[in-house]
């Protein structure tokens, strides 16, 4: 059974850091790639990064670029979110997602319950 | 940049109706690049449909998705209780790589 747990989430002021994980379980890990989808209190769902198998391709929504980066460690099977500069639009649940293939394909067939972040003073 | 709208926003109907859900793409999704999920409240999205018409592994065939170019559907042939939810549609393979539309709630008539 495929499983995605999230953990790394709290409350943080605006400006702090902030170090999300994920840890899988079930699956081969090293074989597909992983991304990092928010969900704002009451919203939709927003993409936020993802990571190919072999962290050779790397995207980040606009929203994001040059505050987070996203990195993996198949050894651990491990994803990780490194938020930087966080603003109150960054609060959040964010979920890890498993994509369908080894590169990014975006289509996200396994998801964890993910994560809350709070950004607040 | 591929922008979804999705309609309606609430539909209301009572289990055993079918329910039929609206995506519309501000320009043409690529190969049909578009999925469907579902989301329980208090649970994470779960994946229904890719490529606009296949379904994920597990999903009733209950549920089924159409369409090309900019328009898109989300059937559900029988509402049963579960199906009571948030559906989203995403493009991918676009630019930006993936958007999703904003959701339609399916509740209880």
């Known amino acids: 059974e495929v499983q995605l747990v999230e953990s790394g989430g709290g409350l943080v002021q605006p400006g702090r850091s902030l170090r999300l994980s994920c840890a899988a379980s079930?699956?081969?890990?090293?074989?597909?790639?992983m991304h990092w989808v928010r969900q704002a209190p009451g919203k939709g769902l927003e993409w936020v990064s993802g990571?190919?198998?072999?962290?050779?391709?790397?995207g980040y929504a606009d929203s994001v670029k040059g505050r987070f980066t996203i990195y993996r460690d198949n050894a651990k099977k491990s994803l990780y979110l490194q938020m930087n500069s966080l603003r109150a639009e960054d609060m959040a649940l964010y979920y890890c997602?498993?994509?369908?293939?080894?590169?990014?394909?975006?289509?996200?067939?396994?998801w964890g319950q993910g994560t809350l972040v709070t950004v607040s003073s | 940049e591929i922008v979804l709208t999705q309609s309606p926003g609430t539909l209301s109907l009572s289990p055993g109706e079918r329910a039929t859900l609206s995506c519309r793409a501000s320009?043409?999704?690529?190969?049909?690049?578009l999925a469907w999920y579902q989301q329980r409240p208090g649970q994470a999205p779960r994946l229904l449909i890719y490529?606009?018409?296949s379904r994920a592994t597990g999903i009733p065939d209950r549920f089924s998705g159409s369409g090309s170019g900019t328009d898109f559907t989300l059937t559900i042939s029988r509402l049963e209780p579960e199906d009571f939810a948030v559906y989203y549609c995403?493009?991918?393979?676009?630019?930006?790589?993936?958007?999703f539309g904003p959701g339609t709630k399916v509740d209880f008539k």
């Open positions: 995403q493009q991918y393979g676009g630019s930006p790589p993936v958007s």
């Open positions: 990571i190919s198998w072999n962290s050779g391709r790397i």
């Open positions: 320009q043409s999704v690529s190969s049909s690049y």
């Open positions: 079930g699956f081969n890990f090293d074989d597909y790639a």
């Open positions: 490529g606009a018409s």
């Open positions: 997602a498993k994509d369908r293939v080894f590169e990014l394909w975006y289509i996200f067939d396994y």
